[in-house]
């Protein structure tokens, strides 16, 4: 199985729109996955159907008993996250701030504190035209948005291993959902766009990537609406030893897409017969 | 008055936002502008005069000594994150996994970890004019602990009549700890369903922590309605209406302020900055 992640640096160059198109026009067995989890938006293209949702538990969160703690402050001073306060002479965990490292309960005197299980989002496992989606959703404001991405990657890997291709929408910026999401594949496809962040993103975004052992390519979208920008960014990919996969133009069809809830590649439209030209190019490559 | 621009999705054009906001506020006021999408910052590209004044952003790690270590594998039984593992002839440690929790050296019975700081990070001071700063937090390369670098950006900040902080796009852990003792959130949104989609979660957010917030819709092509409805239901004002425009698309792409270019852009941001200030102090 060929894993291939779509990425940006960026936000909003267009990903999730690559993603969608590349599902349709993708005629080998594959599975998707959107490991963009704190805004998923692939399932607004893809029209899911959800065969199965589970919890997702993240870190377990630490728990104060106020019936044995004795307010003596010890494991608040221990937290490095600021996570227990004191509220009117009362030490409570906020479970927004907790990490889970259990410091807390390791220097509690008086045996005060556990670790309790937490639901910080949900998984699903769904159908759509194109084959099976894995997708999830954080709850907004939680962490552990790292371990999420490495369980639904999981999960599509176990269901539909016998498929030619995981096909990812990555999250944008280049922490730990990043992380987690380009660890282990085969090909990372950057969308980036002609602005100088899309420049400047794009070459953090490949220093990761190539630090983590994977092939990576660029596309430009809306290439046209800074040639110069874009010039900039095909000698970057040229110096830096890096496949340029082509450019999209700028194309209101896929704004109508979107809003029509399809993948751009459904409509007869500019930004379709370029992302379809690119997809040729780069499957070629992986088989 | 402290104002976080966020958005959810990625794109819409919160820099964009905040470098006007900052760059128009800042003819009249002292304004300090923190960039806090520390995983790709971006403000610095739109404000290239100001000498850069670099500080490190180091986390504790543990630094176990061998002469001491019993190899007991207590340290790495106690790590909740994978980074200390104890092999037959001694302990391997995976910094990029490690919280820096100080667990390890509390835990280790022979008392043989200290902890010793490791760079992940810088903040980056600049001084783009009399009355304008840049204070830029950078995650480096390879390195997750994106909260610390942004809790480091927003404490050199400092206080100012305005604080402009630029987030990350997203809605989880570095979002909350940017908008953690904000006064207001400007949401930047732009009339698709994936930026409709995103609001949604990012507003949630912002109700959840009890900061007051309001909308900008960018990129606008006109059929914002569903955006507007949203507002209305959720009684956010809009507070600005930006039309997509290859003109603006191209000023700002190349690094440039379309407020530093035309005068009636910057009053247009000045009114969104004293719409804020006028919700905050009626709130």
Known sequence: MIRLAVVSGKGGTGKTVVTGAIAQICTRPRVMVDCDVDAANLELILDPHILERKDFYGMEAAFIDPGICTACGICSDACRFDAIPITDGTFSVDPGRCEGCRVCRLVCPSGAVSMQPRVVGEIFYSQTSYGNLVHACLIPGAANSGLLVSEIKKLALSRNGDCDLMLIDGPPGIGCPLIATITGTDQVLVVTEPSVSGLHDLERVVQVSRGLRTQVSVVINKSDLNSRISGEIRDFCRDADLVFRGEIPYDETVMEAVRMGRPVTGYDAPASGAIRSIWDNLSRELW | MNITVASGKGGTGKSMVAANLAWSLSASDPVTLVDCDVEEPNLHLFFPDGHPVVSPVSVLVPDIDPDRCTL??????????????????????????????????????????????????????????????????TLNEGEVLAVKVIQKAKAAAGNAPWVIIDASPGTSCPVVETLTGSDFCILVTESTPFGLHDLAIAYDVTYQMGIQSGVVINRSDGKDEAAHRFCEEKKIPVLAVIPFERRIAEIQGSGNLISRRDPAWKERFCAIGRACRALWEGA
């Open chain 2, 72 to 137: 007991c594998g207590e340290c790495a039984r106690f790590c909740a994150f994978g980074a200390l593992v104890a092999a037959k002839d001694r302990v391997l440690f995976f910094p990029e996994h490690c919280h820096s929790c100080g667990g390890c050296a509390v835990a280790c019975p022979e008392g043989a970890i200290a902890e010793i700081a490791r760079p992940i990070g810088t903040v980056t001071e600049r001084t783009i004019s009399p009355s304008l700063r840049l204070v830029t937090g």
